[in-house]
């Protein structure tokens, strides 16, 4: 089983604030990883597809990137309504596989 | 609009049994995989069971192997989820969802969920 572990666990921003959140892969796994938002009391969204696809309907702000084992999810110009638990995902392997999440908490 | 609804959820004993239901709308159901993901309430995401669009390739996760059966309904939009042997560790949120295959896809619709909360 694939282990996906992202970092930081929980990241506590300013609005306008440029956001990073990495996840890293125990093994390559190409470009199939995917990233999810989910708010409180909501089901996950997808939010990038493929490392680095964007999604319709998902703000531009909202960019991947990375491939192998590294990736990475930048919000750029953060909002109050980013404020969620970030997941990434890997679907290169059976059993698909989720990051611990990351808490992101507006100031 | 892509619908996915969940039920049968609720409160049931360890060692029972109980059935899950997603009713999906708004696309074409039998052109996608089907999968479960469930949520310990405040933890992360845990995939648990997967059917392809014609029943013929499912997966389970190994907690949930030998219990839990997955299944579909292509004539009613529906897909299942039969568990047995309840375990208190199986409380959860459990999300029905979709991709275009089992493997190498996102999860692109999520439901709402459905509680389970297994407990004496």
């Known amino acids: 089983e694939i282990v996906l572990t992202q970092s930081p666990d929980f990241q506590s921003v300013t609005p306008k604030e440029i956001v990073t959140i990495t996840c890293r892969a125990s093994?390559?796994?190409?470009?199939?990883l995917h990233w999810y938002q989910q708010k409180p009391d909501q089901s996950p969204r997808l939010l990038i597809k493929?490392?680095?696809q964007s999604v319709s309907g998902v703000p531009s702000r909202f960019s991947g990137s990375g491939s192998g084992t590294d990736f990475t999810l930048t919000i750029y110009s953060l909002e109050a309504e980013d404020a969620a638990v970030y997941y990434c995902?890997?679907?290169?392997?059976?059993?698909?596989?989720f990051g611990q999440g990351t808490k992101l908490e507006i100031k | 609009e892509v619908q996915l609804v969940e039920s049968g959820g609720g409160l049931v004993q360890p060692g029972r049994s109980l059935r899950l239901s997603c009713a999906a709308s708004?696309?074409?159901?039998?052109?996608?995989?089907m999968h479960w993901v469930r949520q310990v309430p405040g933890k992360g995401l845990e995939w648990i069971s997967a059917?392809?669009?014609?029943?013929?390739?499912?997966f389970y996760a190994d907690s949930v192997r030998g219990r839990f059966t997955i299944a579909r309904d292509n004539a009613k939009n529906s897909v299942y989820l039969q568990m047995n042997s309840l375990r208190i560790e199986d409380t959860a949120l459990y999300y029905c969802?979709?991709?275009?295959?089992?493997?190498?896809?996102?999860?692109?619709?999520w439901g709402q969920g459905t509680l389970v909360t297994v407990s004496s």
């Open positions: 969802t979709r991709a275009p295959t089992i493997g190498g896809h996102p999860l692109d619709s």
């Open positions: 708004g696309f074409t159901f039998d052109n996608y995989a």
């Open positions: 059917i392809t669009w014609n029943s013929v390739t499912i």
């Open positions: 093994q390559s796994i190409g470009k199939s």
């Open positions: 493929y490392a680095s």
């Open positions: 995902q890997q679907s290169n392997s059976i059993p698909p596989t």
